[in-house]
């Protein structure tokens, strides 16, 4: 069964960077789309950024809000997959996810897609 664990958040000042970062157990990430979303007080559960990386299809999504700010990687290894975020702002401020879909789906944004999820990671930007 896989499981996902989340790290990286903290308190940074706008203007700041952090990484994310989500460790697999259980099974590799290789059969997997991955995911990053949050959700900020008062809030729905938004996507930010995934990516499927298949031959023929691949597809990486990213959020109006947070393009050419954020960027999804996984490591080679298949084990861990991580955002960083650039030139982070107050509106960035929320619980972040990770989250793991079927090798088989397309479109990666719609969360209804993902069977595993990670604990959350709390991310606060303020001065």
């Known amino acids: 069964q896989l499981q996902l664990v989340e790290s990286g958040g903290a308190l940074v000042q706008p203007g700041g960077s952090l990484r994310l970062s989500c460790a697999a157990s259980?099974?590799?990430?290789?059969?997997?789309?991955l995911g990053w979303f949050r959700q900020a007080p008062g809030k729905e559960r938004e996507a930010v950024s995934c990516?499927?990386?298949?031959?023929?299809?691949?597809?990486?999504f990213y959020a109006d809000s947070v393009k050419g700010r954020f960027t999804i990687k996984r490591d080679n290894a298949g084990n861990a997959t991580y955002l960083q975020m650039n030139n982070l702002r107050p509106d960035d401020t929320a619980v972040y996810y990770c989250?793991?879909?079927?090798?088989?789906?397309?479109?990666?944004?719609?969360?209804?897609?993902?069977?595993?999820w990670g604990q959350g990671t709390q991310v606060i930007v303020s001065s």
């Open positions: 989250a793991a879909a079927p090798w088989y789906v397309v479109q990666c944004e719609f969360q209804d897609e993902y069977e595993h």
């Open positions: 259980g099974s590799t990430l290789d059969d997997y789309v």
């Open positions: 990516r499927r990386t298949r031959a023929f299809h691949d597809h990486t």
